[in-house]
């Protein structure tokens, strides 16, 4: 997706394609011999909490994720289901009336965790009940595959190279809709088969 989207900006631009090599990115999180010392925040029950992990900026899709659980929250589905929405990462670029949003939204059903280091956050994939990737564009999307390395199933979106880094393993919103996050969000959180099937895949095909 990089390589091909560097090519058609350079032709935009009437300039000659540099080389250009893919090198392929890994992971070495949820690895079988790491030490996970780290316990989960005050409030938070494993199985029971979604996980986006990524810096807040606007590009990462916060508006859009912020602007669904706001409306589950207001037709009463993560309290009923006991779940949390947590976001983890530093506070980017142009966000200000976002953070203003999200402080006023943070209780027992939303958390925002800043500097996170990699004990905790490896807890926290290891036991949260899924995770999003809203992004309007990726250039590879590393928390997919951090969240497929402790076989938790994710939801991303069709930002970039994320259908492409996603691959059969989930499935790929497009980024902008509204509706179709708020019922897959609804719809996993209430123990959809569609979860299930894509926890096996990635159990055995990741």
Same mark, same amino acid.
């Given at each position: 997706?990089?390589?091909?989207?560097?090519?058609?900006?350079?032709?935009?631009?009437?300039?000659?394609?540099?080389?250009?090599? /893919?090198?392929?990115?890994?992971?070495?999180?949820?690895?079988?011999?790491?030490?996970? %010392?780290? *316990?989960?925040?005050?409030? /938070?029950?494993?199985?029971?909490? *979604?996980?986006?992990?990524?810096?807040?900026?606007?590009? @990462?899709?916060?508006?859009?994720l912020?602007?669904?659980?706001?409306? /589950?929250?207001?037709?009463? *589905?993560?309290?009923?289901?006991?779940?949390?929405? *947590?976001?983890?990462?530093?506070?980017?670029? @142009?966000?200000?009336?976002?953070?203003?949003?999200?402080?006023?939204?943070?209780?027992?059903?939303? #958390?925002?965790?800043?500097?996170?280091?990699?004990?905790? /956050?490896? #807890?926290?994939?290891?036991?949260?009940?899924?995770?999003?990737?809203?992004?309007?564009?990726?250039?590879?999307?590393?928390?997919?595959?951090?969240?497929?390395?402790?076989?938790?199933?994710?939801?991303?979106?069709?930002?970039?190279?994320?259908?492409?880094?996603?691959?059969t393993?989930?499935?790929?919103?497009?980024?902008?809709?509204?509706?179709?996050?708020?019922?897959?969000?609804?719809?996993?959180?209430?123990?959809? %088969?569609e979860?299930?099937?894509?926890?096996?895949?990635?159990?055995?095909?990741?």
């Amino acid at each position: 997706c990089t390589r091909r989207d560097l090519d058609v900006w350079v032709r935009a631009q009437k300039l000659i394609s540099p080389p250009v090599s /893919l090198v392929p990115l890994a992971s070495a999180v949820g690895a079988a011999d790491a030490q996970v %010392d780290a *316990v989960l925040p005050a409030g /938070l029950t494993p199985g029971r909490y *979604v996980l986006m992990v990524a810096t807040i900026e606007p590009r @990462k899709g916060h508006r859009l994720l912020l602007d669904v659980w706001r409306a /589950l929250m207001a037709r009463g *589905v993560p309290q009923a289901l006991g779940f949390t929405l *947590v976001l983890v990462g530093r506070r980017g670029w @142009k966000t200000d009336d976002l953070q203003r949003d999200l402080a006023s939204l943070e209780g027992p059903h939303l #958390r925002h965790l800043d500097a996170v280091r990699d004990p905790l /956050l490896e #807890r926290l994939y290891r036991d949260c009940a899924f995770t999003v990737l809203p992004s309007a564009y990726e250039g590879f999307g590393l928390p997919v595959i951090e969240s497929f390395s402790h076989g938790r199933a994710a939801i991303a979106s069709t930002g970039g190279a994320l259908p492409e880094v996603a691959g059969t393993l989930a499935p790929c919103l497009p980024p902008d809709d509204h509706h179709a996050w708020e019922a897959r969000l609804e719809a996993w959180m209430t123990g959809s %088969d569609e979860r299930t099937a894509f926890e096996a895949r990635i159990r055995t095909s990741f």
